[in-house]
């Protein structure tokens, strides 16, 4: 498995609460992206990273903040959670843009 | 837009029944076609990539194939171990590696 590690797995949390999920890799990569999967709606790319403090958005960036300080680490941030961004997060890390993306296990994120 | 669309939903066979999935995709310049497993609550799992039309990749008892237009995945013998969700992603050129998923096959294999 490529060393990825998502955390927490799990969280359960109120709406206007700040929510941070950590996405921790040891396999010094360039690239880091956060997903969010939903029934109905597969994998939707929210932000990516391709490199220390570079960021883009994805499709689904609004409501989402990211940061990368280190090229071991990158954070999404939901300022002030929503019911509507329930989901499963799942972090990605790949060498480079023509390599392939390889996930962690996801955090399980219910707001209630 | 870009657009990636998985067919069937959901597939059952019996071991050993061999069959396909699709999947459709338009794109603005693909770069590459990528298959993922995925198994539940887990991320998903690296299968294949396909970057031009006519390619062809194997890998135990699946195979997928590449057109200008679609990718199968073939599964040929199946066991009950390749119960999974199969899912389908494009990525095109100065994107940024951004990666499209359809919305994914699930497979279940009855001994």
Not at chain 1, 3 to 24: A, D, F, N, W, Y
Not at chain 1, 40 to 56: A, M, N, W
Not at chain 1, 84 to 112: K, M
Request: with cysteine; charged share 25%; hydrophobic share 25%.
């Amino acid at each position: 498995d490529a060393g990825i590690t998502q955390s927490p797995r799990h969280k359960v949390t109120e709406t206007g609460t700040p929510v941070t999920l950590r996405c921790h890799q040891t396999e010094n990569h360039r690239y880091m992206y956060w997903y969010r999967q939903d029934p109905g709606h597969g994998l939707r790319l929210i932000h990516y990273s391709y490199g220390v403090k570079d960021t883009d958005k994805g499709e689904v960036s609004d409501g989402y903040s990211v940061s990368r300080s280190k090229t071991e680490d990158f954070l999404l941030t939901l300022e002030s959670a929503t019911s509507s961004q329930t989901s499963v997060y799942f972090c990605a890390i790949s060498g480079d843009t023509n390599q392939p993306q390889h996930f962690g296990d996801g955090t399980r994120l219910s707001i209630l | 837009e870009d657009q990636v669309t998985q067919s069937p939903e959901a597939l059952r066979l019996q071991e050993g029944e061999s069959s396909s999935l699709n999947c459709s995709y338009t794109v603005s310049g693909l770069r590459g076609l990528f298959w993922y497993r995925q198994d539940p609550g887990k991320g998903p799992e690296f299968l294949f990539t396909l970057y031009s039309a006519g390619e062809e990749k194997e890998k135990e008892r699946l195979k997928a194939t590449l057109t200008k237009k679609e990718s199968f995945l073939h599964i040929t013998a199946p066991k009950p171990e390749d119960s999974a969700t199969y899912l389908c992603a494009v990525q095109a050129y100065n994107q940024g590696g951004k990666l499209i998923f359809g919305q994914g096959t699930e497979l279940s294999v009855k001994p």
